[in-house]
């Protein structure tokens, strides 16, 4: 039986702007979610053939369902059979119906009967993570129910324990149109398109791959090459561009890239992922155009199983949030129309911290870039940011310590938890890439 894949979340990367969503290319890295399974289970990847069994309170539609941005994913409570609510990033990576929960307690407490035992691979190094399926549950979203979806729940969840969400959702919320408004935080799922849609925004057309929507794109290398590319849509891997250098002649490393001491730039549910930071002159889909885009180079080994999904790379979160976005599955077509935060230019973090939010609102420190500012300072991988400037981040939103650390010329007070011990460094933020 073939390993499914799962792209999106399950493990993520951040330099507080590099996060890999882990279940498949980070967390991911790549591509969620194809899963195959015996007798009457299964995880359908096809979106024409996929009916979701949704019930709409009104109008044939729900609106103003609320999200928040954590760690730059779109996180959604999701009720099961009316018991459990879990805290669920919006991954269209993870193509499948249902969700994956990422704590075997909470599969319990739905109180479903297991029918099929899967691995699950995605972004990383080892063969797979073991799995159980249930299949008859009921999802809850304001203003939507879903009934008879399967559940995909890790058999141990402790590599995900100090993760701010216990679960993954994406095909399920597509089989109708999905409008993200990033800027008001809520999600519309739409019962039928405006005729014609021109409001809605430029169209692109979208193709599918196990489910996972896909784009095609121009890259601008460093020496003004146009490479086309196709890229795989991710709303649940936080970066802005994943490519992977393998996969086309002309995707080529920049003269200038940056890595960590480890160069594990995120986790998928494989294991860790390497790769380097760089830049791209240029990317490209339809008539939209941004210059300087921070980019995550793979290697290739990074992409586990995964990488049977082919393509050259993601087009991710970081990208997304510039726009106001319609998916509409059915028609093939992926709706754009920008927002105030279009023209904010692409940073990395300036001390040079790759981060990976934990549950408590900390961060975990996965790795620090070689002769960052961080590095200087004698900041190291397993470190826990828990202050920066003397402000507890746990009580600050995600988005908020990013942008403290991404203010060039700044000094900088990070405090960090090391082993039960407090220290605190002050670093002069520096554009690295």
Request: hydrophobic share 40%; aromatic share 4%.
């Amino acid at each position: 039986m073939p390993t499914p894949v799962l792209a999106g979340y399950p493990g993520r990367a951040r330099s507080t702007h590099l996060r890999l969503a882990v279940a498949g290319l980070a967390a991911c890295l790549l591509v969620p979610a194809c899963a195959r399974k015996a007798s009457q289970v299964r995880l359908d990847q096809t979106h024409a053939a996929r009916s979701s069994n949704a019930r709409l309170a009104s109008d044939a539609a729900a609106r103003g369902i609320p999200f928040r941005l954590v760690d730059d994913q779109i996180v959604l409570s999701v009720t099961i059979n009316g018991r459990v609510s879990v805290d669920m990033v919006l991954d269209t990576g993870f193509g499948s119906e249902g969700v994956l929960l990422l704590d075997p307690e909470l599969g319990r407490r739905v109180g479903l009967e297991y029918v099929q035992s899967v691995q699950l691979g995605g972004g990383g190094s080892s063969e797979g993570t073991a799995a159980h399926v249930a299949v008859g549950a009921t999802l809850d979203l304001p203003g939507v129910t879903f009934s008879n979806q399967p559940l995909v729940v890790l058999d141990d969840g402790s590599g995900c324990a100090d993760w701010p969400v216990k679960g993954i959702i994406g095909g399920t919320l597509m089989a109708r149109p999905v409008e993200i408004d990033y800027e008001a935080r809520v999600l519309h799922i739409l019962g039928t398109l405006p005729d014609p849609p021109s409001g809605l925004g430029e169209a692109l057309g979208l193709t599918f791959v196990q489910g996972i929507p896909a784009v095609r794109a121009t890259v601008v290398t460093e020496k003004g090459q146009e490479v086309p590319v196709e890229l795989l849509v991710d709303t649940g891997t936080n970066d802005a561009l994943l490519l992977r250098p393998g996969s086309h002649p002309q995707l080529r490393l920049p003269e200038r890239v940056i890595a960590g001491t480890s160069g594990v730039l995120g986790e998928g549910l494989g294991g860790g992922m390497k790769g380097s930071l760089g830049r791209v002159a240029g990317l490209r889909f339809g008539h939209f155009s941004f210059d300087q885009v921070v980019t995550v180079f793979l290697d290739e080994e990074a992409m586990g199983t995964a990488s049977t999904l082919g393509g050259n790379g993601l087009l991710a979160n970081e990208v997304l949030q510039r726009f106001t976005v319609v998916f509409d599955y059915a028609g093939k077509r992926l709706f754009l129309r920008p927002n105030s935060s279009y023209p904010r230019p692409f940073e990395f973090d300036m001390a040079g911290l790759v981060l990976q939010a934990r549950g408590d609102g900390s961060f975990t420190v996965l790795d620090v870039i070689q002769q960052s500012p961080a590095a200087r300072q004698g900041l190291a991988g397993g470190d826990v940011l828990v202050a920066i400037d003397g402000k507890d981040v746990r009580a600050l939103a995600s988005e908020a310590v990013f942008s403290m650390l991404r203010q060039l010329g700044r000094h900088v007070e990070i405090t960090i938890d090391r082993g039960g011990t407090r220290l605190t460094r002050t670093v002069t933020l520096a554009r690295l890439i």
